[in-house]
């Protein structure tokens, strides 16, 4: 196996071996441009390092190989005492991970060398700087000397010589100073800073492999779904330097506005510096323009140079460079990183000007960075220490005042902007929630309660942040030792689950003309279908607007939280007789059949699922706590409330132990068929009037919880016996699928017999994983998962990412099983994973037909299905 390769012999696409920095420092030096010479260490030794922990003998002698060649093709040797070689030791991973992983400068100066740079170089001063500056930072990144002594030294110097910055230091200060460092280094080592070169370059590679492993790296690679077993690259570069002077400098640059795609140059420099002082904050960067009056022709060089990289390589390119008196070389370039508004921009440019083609620029935007374009955002830069932080359950900023019940943000909602912050919430507040500018809840998960609804709702919310403490009775909460009282402002942050004091300014999402001809090639390469869940005309325009193709889930329950509605489905519920059933349940017919009809004429043309009734009865009814407290009181001052007495007799004799897997969904339709009959002639009765008026509306019926193909074959009769009912009535066709939820793990072993009663299943993967997993999700997130996901137990939140292990193996079963038993079942899913790009990726591959998700959401999920199929397209194209 080879280990090490010169710049001159990898190529551009070997950044699975090379790393991104090596593969395109290759690309560099076959384009011929100005690239100091150097190798790369490949991928495959970190990883060797990593498995056996040590480096392969083999790889240290071609190292040393390289190093030779390195040495006379610069003419210079490494720890030469008159003209002395220097190199750079670099990470390089495939996915730029920039700041992760570890750097090391000026190696290969010792006592000796270093009176050989000053001497070649003619500046002494330069030279015993670089040499400070190696063993601070060998020191710290090879030898883990704390950084801050070697700073510490370096700031109690200047005081005491007076000096502003590190440049007022002259050469005797900066050779104290490297004596002092000396023995900061031997003082925690308890070893000499080493003056053999070899050494220092094993040490540094070491140290650049084991970085792979530092906290920073992994959690950039968690955030980022960055695979562990890829390992880093390691470049060995011939040192150029920028601080020899006026004419020298170096810099960072894009070849466009990383921030707003557009196409201009962007970046800073120094003249005088090395690179690390860029980013360093020692001294103010200039504009990348200002270069063009200083070193006018180096700057046109290098604008030539960057933009030709950018046509070469068809992306924006992020490059550095050093000048060295007068001379412009290139240190690295490497796909740039970007916000998503730039993101589309470029890429649809990119495809505009014919570097790349429309599929491609599809590929080169994440589908999860489009939440940056679809919500409002904090202004960057506001200073604002946050209050307390939570899961980031919805996008988008959010400032109001704080209201603690549903009630009042209901009440207040109308005439102000108010903030819902309650320990949790319950599909009873809805009210409240469909009132404030957003929602913050002390408890839930990511596909709790208030996410759900606040995504579906385009609001964002932030959950689960347990360190506040709500007093209702005060209406306050604290945060610590800080008290929010009812009425002071605050503002969220739903993309990081931040809560800020006051408000805090945002900005307005920029949805352009570029991300809808994006969209436009997105919906062209995509085999799944996408739709939204949307319980209102309104949300259903608004999914339309962003594309969505239909609607996978209309919850019925939430229509029922009406002020004017919940007496009459707490009289279904509660009826001591059929006369009082009957009249409560025409009531909501009505109510319901409305509902419906502005549903799916918002959706004309394309289905809307509609789910029956799913959630337990004793959620529409009042708390059984609060009813027993009531009755209590009454009974100690002795007074009459039988209807108290009454109701709490009812709501007691209703109450489970586990509601979530108890009287509900398909049991309660099948124990009290009148609801299910209500509701299939409102969703009936609505689109037979939709049909007389001209339309063409496309309701299906979903039946959920099913767990046996008897529960549908007997719910699938009485919904068709109504529907045959209105048929008669109205003359209208009523040409309308019945279909269930898989979201019980029995259903998936058994789908191929349920599928025989089933038009379509569409899978609720909220549930399914719920009770796959054996996890109650609100307790869940809150609790265990982050420990979890820090430490290795679980790969990614199962509620947010679908764990296709387990989960995903049950989905692969029903698919299979279901249309092996009716060829024409039609398959989606409409659980939280529906707008989660990775789960997106696997329900193309199992052969569903949509995916359903948040209207906001849609334009992800669209874009996401797209890059799904995109390798099926390339393989069908070639």
Not at 55 to 75: F, I, N, Y
Not at 279 to 300: K, M, N
Not at 638 to 654: F, G, H, I, K, P
Not at 684 to 705: Q, T
Request: charged share 25%; glycine share 10%; net charge negative.
């Amino acid at each position: 196996m080879k280990y090490v390769y010169f710049f001159d012999e990898g190529k551009a696409e070997w950044k699975d071996l090379l790393g991104g920095k090596g593969a395109n420092l290759c690309e560099m030096t076959r384009l011929g441009l100005p690239v100091p010479p150097g190798f790369t260490i490949t991928t495959d030794g970190c990883r060797a390092y990593s498995a056996f922990g040590e480096v392969p003998a083999t790889l240290w002698d071609e190292v040393k190989d390289q190093l030779a060649r390195l040495e006379r093709e610069s003419g210079k040797r490494l720890g030469d005492s008159h003209d002395p070689l220097l190199v750079s030791v670099r990470s390089g991973a495939k996915f730029s991970m920039p700041g992760m992983m570890d750097t090391i400068l000026n190696l290969g100066l010792n006592d000796q060398a270093v009176q050989g740079l000053a001497q070649q170089s003619g500046n002494a001063r330069f030279a015993w700087d670089a040499y400070r500056r190696l063993i601070q930072m060998y020191g710290d990144v090879v030898m883990n000397v704390p950084k801050h002594d070697f700073e510490e030294a370096l700031e109690d110097l200047k005081d005491e010589r007076g000096a502003q910055s590190d440049v007022d230091l002259g050469e005797h200060d900066l050779q104290e100073l490297v004596t002092t460092y000396k023995s900061l280094y031997r003082d925690s080592t308890g070893e000499d800073f080493p003056q053999d070169p070899w050494v220092q370059l094993q040490g540094a590679v070491v140290a650049v492999f084991k970085s792979w492993g530092n906290r920073r790296a992994v959690t950039y690679r968690r955030l980022n779904n960055i695979p562990d077993d890829l390992g880093t690259a390691v470049n060995v570069q011939a040192m150029v330097f920028g601080n020899l002077g006026s004419d020298s400098g170096t810099g960072v640059g894009f070849t466009r506005n990383p921030s707003t795609g557009e196409r201009e140059p962007f970046g800073e420099f120094l003249l005088n510096a090395q690179g690390e002082d860029v980013v360093a904050g020692i001294r103010t960067p200039q504009p990348l323009a200002a270069l063009a009056e200083q070193l006018p022709d180096v700057h046109r060089q290098l604008i030539d140079t960057a933009q030709g990289l950018e046509t070469h390589l068809r992306d924006m390119q992020d490059f550095e460079f050093t000048v060295e008196r007068g001379k412009l070389f290139m240190l690295q370039t490497r796909n740039g990183k970007r916000t998503a508004p730039a993101a589309v921009r470029i890429a649809v440019e990119f495809a505009r000007e014919g570097l790349i083609t429309p599929q491609e620029a599809v590929g080169r935007v994440e589908p999860a960075a489009l939440d940056q374009l679809l919500h409002p955002r904090l202004s960057t830069g506001h200073g604002i220490t946050a209050l307390t932080k939570g899961l980031p359950a919805s996008p988008g900023a959010a400032t109001g005042e704080v209201v603690f019940t549903a009630d009042e943000a209901a009440e207040l909602g109308a005439s102000r902007d108010v903030i819902l912050v309650t320990t949790e919430t319950s599909p009873e507040d809805i009210h409240g929630l469909a009132a404030a500018r957003g929602i913050l809840t002390a408890r839930g998960g990511m596909t709790s309660h208030a996410a759900v609804v606040a995504r579906g709702m385009g609001k964002p919310a932030v959950v689960g942040a347990e360190s506040i403490r709500i007093d209702r009775r005060e209406g306050s909460m604290t945060i610590g030792d800080r008290t929010v009282q009812r009425g002071d402002i605050i503002t969220l942050d739903g993309a990081s689950g931040e809560v800020f004091p006051g408000a805090v300014p945002t900005e307005a999402p920029d949805v352009s003309g570029g991300l809808m001809e994006l969209l436009v090639w997105a919906a062209d390469m995509a085999k799944l279908g996408v739709r939204a869940n949307a319980d209102t005309p309104e949300d259903a325009r608004r999914a339309r607007e962003f594309g969505a193709v239909g609607i996978g889930l209309c919850r019925t329950e939430h229509m029922f939280f009406g002020e004017d509605r919940l007496k009459w489905v707490r009289q279904m519920i509660l009826a001591k007789n059929e006369d009082e059933e009957s009249e409560a349940l025409t009531h909501l017919r009505a109510a319901q059949r409305e509902d419906f009809k502005g549903i799916f004429e918002a959706m004309d043309g394309l289905p809307v699922t509609v789910r029956l009734l799913d959630p337990p009865l004793h959620e529409f009814l009042p708390s059984l706590e609060e009813l027993a407290v009531k009755v209590a009181v009454s009974e100690a001052r002795s007074e009459t409330d039988d209807e108290s007495r009454a109701l709490l007799s009812r709501v007691r004799a209703m109450h489970e132990s586990n509601p979530m897997m108890g009287l509900r969904g398909i049991r309660l339709g099948l124990t009290r068929p009148n609801i299910t009959r209500m509701q299939a002639r409102a969703i009936a009765e609505a689109a037979a009037e939709l049909e007389r008026e001209g339309k063409s509306p496309r309701p299906e019926i979903m039946i959920p919880l099913v767990g046996t193909p008897e529960e549908l074959a007997q719910a699938r009769a009485q919904v068709e016996v109504v529907l045959e009912e209105v048929r008669g009535e109205t003359g209208a066709r009523l040409d309308i699928l019945i279909g269930t939820m898989i979201e019980i793990p029995r259903a998936c072993v058994v789908a191929g017999d349920i599928a025989r009663h089933a038009d379509f299943f569409s899978f609720g993967t909220n549930d399914l994983t719920q009770m796959t997993f054996g996890y109650s999700r609100d307790d869940a997130q809150g609790k265990f998962i982050p420990h979890y996901l820090e430490h290795g137990i679980l790969k990614a939140d199962p509620f947010a990412t679908l764990d296709q292990e387990g989960v995903g193996a049950l989905v692969r079963m029903a698919v299979q099983a279901g249309r092996a038993a009716n060829p024409n079942l039609k398959l989606g899913i409409c659980g939280e994973h529906g707008g989660d790009p990775a789960s997106v990726t696997f329900f193309h591959e199992v052969g569903l037909d949509y995916v359903s998700c948040s209207p906001f959401r849609v334009p992800i999920a669209r874009l996401a299905a797209a890059q799904a199929n995109a390798g099926e397209l390339q393989h069908t194209t070639r």
